[in-house]
Structures are given as structure tokens and as C-alpha cells.
């Protein structure tokens, strides 16, 4: 391995460590003097028919449960994904670590896949150019009630250029929640600004997620409600449409 490779292992594994500790130095600053405030924890799971992110198609009916810490405005959150009808669908893990105050938000997550440089696939290996773990940065803000969110890839298996460099690859997207025919709407438009192979190979500016959601709770008896979510996806960069439906179990 030459010595500019080396270098820039050693960067991006610099890089990696900085952000968790800017992350980890808000977490306990916000704690700090609100030692008696109570910790509330949330378990969900969620069965969908297709795995879409972002506009992308990453697997078919699938599990995806979840658990989070949230101390005010602080939350870590475990997520994951498993593929219930097809064995080579993606499984994932991700971890975020986030804050928000008011209308502003920011986080970082630390998406793993069981698919990516590693061909062991093991979690607990971090190398730069070795690794399946992907960190992401994001930033935003609530317009009230329209939302921007911007997320750009900052070490790990991240996508490349055509020159063969890393993209740092990004994703933006707005998002405006509404209440119509007794349902809660969002309709969501989110689009790549650069050129990636992250996002389906997107060459240059490109609008990847267009989506309508609906959000509709059933009552099954007096004490047990059961929430169902529905949603039309389109990818206009590579001319899909998804049809997503799905149901969740929550605490």
C-alpha cells in the first residue's frame, strides 16, 4: 500500500473519530444539570412491502425494527432491515445519534450493510477502505410547516466520482406534512446535487425522490390501534415508481 493511501486512511479514521466526539460533547452539555429529567424509550417495527430509500429500491417485503433513547432534545436510535421474502436483500444496522432544538436538527448516522468493502461483512471493522459502514452528516431545518434536510456522506464505503476520488456524496430534500380526507399527508421532492455512484450512479444534479404518504390509524378494539402507511415513490434520475404500503407496532 503506498504512503498517499496510508495518509489518507489515516485521515478519513481521524475524520470518523472528530465527528463522534463534537457529537458525543453536545450530548453531554445538554445533560448537564438535568441529571432528575426522565429518559423515554421507544420500540417500534415496522412491515413493509418494499424497501425504498430515498427514491432507490433496496429490497422487498421486509422487517424493520427499531429502538431509541430520547432525553429531550437528544435521541440515539437503532434501526434495522431484514428482507422477510428474498434471502439477498439487504440487511442493515444503523445507528443515530441526534439533537434538535425548536426548528433546527442535526445528526449523524452510522449506517452499516451486510454488503461493501468488507467481503467478511463484519461489523466491528472500521478500516477506511475496508469497511461497510457508511457516516453520514445532517443538518435542518422546520420551516413550519415545510422542512429542509441535507445529508452528505463524511467517511466510510462511501460512492465515487468519475475521476475515482470519493463523491461525498449528498442527498437533499423538502418536505410538507398536511391533513386531508380525515388522513396526515407528506409529500416529500428530494434530489441528488452531484455526481455519485451512491444514488444509482446519478452523473449530475438529478431529482431522485418525489413521494406521497399517508398515515391512517385503525382502531382494531377500545385499547389496541394499529397504524397503516401507504405512498406512491418515483425516481425521475431512473424513471422507477414504487407503490409502498405497510403497518407498524409501536409502544
Known amino acids: 500500500m503506498t504512503a498517499n493511501v496510508e495518509k489518507y486512511k489515516e485521515e478519513m479514521n481521524r475524520t470518523s473519530?472528530?465527528?463522534?466526539?463534537?457529537?458525543?460533547?453536545?450530548?453531554?452539555?445538554?445533560?448537564k444539570g438535568?441529571?432528575?429529567?426522565?429518559l423515554d424509550t421507544k420500540v417500534s417495527c415496522d412491515f413493509v412491502n418494499q424497501y425504498i430509500?430515498?427514491?432507490?429500491?433496496?429490497?422487498?417485503?421486509?422487517?424493520?425494527?427499531?429502538?431509541?433513547?430520547?432525553?429531550?432534545?437528544?435521541?440515539l436510535t437503532a434501526w434495522g432491515n431484514v428482507?422477510?421474502?428474498?434471502?439477498?436483500?439487504?440487511?442493515?444496522?444503523d445507528v443515530t445519534t441526534a439533537y434538535s432544538s425548536n426548528r433546527f436538527n442535526i445528526s449523524i448516522i452510522d449506517y452499516w450493510l451486510d454488503k461493501g468493502l468488507d467481503a467478511h461483512?463484519?461489523?466491528?471493522?472500521?478500516n477506511a477502505h475496508s469497511t461497510n459502514h457508511l457516516f453520514e452528516a445532517n443538518i435542518g431545518y422546520h420551516f413550519n410547516p415545510i422542512s429542509f434536510q441535507w445529508y452528505t456522506n463524511f467517511a466510510g464505503n462511501d460512492g465515487l466520482k468519475s475521476n475515482g476520488r470519493r463523491a461525498y456524496s449528498s442527498?437533499?430534500?423538502?418536505?410538507?406534512?398536511?391533513?386531508?380526507?380525515?388522513?396526515?399527508?407528506?409529500?416529500?421532492?428530494?434530489f441528488v446535487p452531484y455526481q455519485t455512484t451512491f444514488y444509482s450512479k446519478v452523473n449530475r444534479f438529478a431529482v431522485t425522490n418525489l413521494?406521497?404518504?399517508?398515515?391512517?390509524?385503525?382502531?382494531?378494539?377500545?385499547d389496541f390501534s394499529l397504524p397503516v402507511f401507504a405512498g406512491i415513490t418515483a425516481n425521475p434520475s431512473n424513471g422507477k415508481a414504487y407503490l409502498i404500503f405497510g403497518v407498524t407496532l409501536h409502544s
Open 53 to 75: 430509500f430515498r427514491g432507490q429500491h433496496c429490497g422487498d417485503v421486509s422487517i424493520q425494527p427499531a429502538l431509541g433513547i430520547i432525553f429531550k432534545g437528544l435521541s
Open 34 to 38: 438535568k441529571a432528575q429529567e426522565k
Open 211 to 222: 413521494s406521497l404518504q399517508t398515515v391512517k390509524v385503525i382502531k382494531i378494539t377500545k
Open 121 to 126: 461483512s463484519r461489523y466491528f471493522r472500521y
Open 171 to 190: 442527498y437533499a430534500e423538502l418536505s410538507c406534512p398536511f391533513h386531508l380526507f380525515q388522513c396526515n399527508w407528506t409529500a416529500t421532492a428530494g
Open 17 to 31: 473519530m472528530r465527528s463522534w466526539l463534537i457529537l458525543i460533547m453536545i450530548i453531554i452539555g445538554g445533560m
Open 83 to 93: 428482507g422477510l421474502s428474498n434471502s439477498n436483500d439487504t440487511k442493515e444496522f
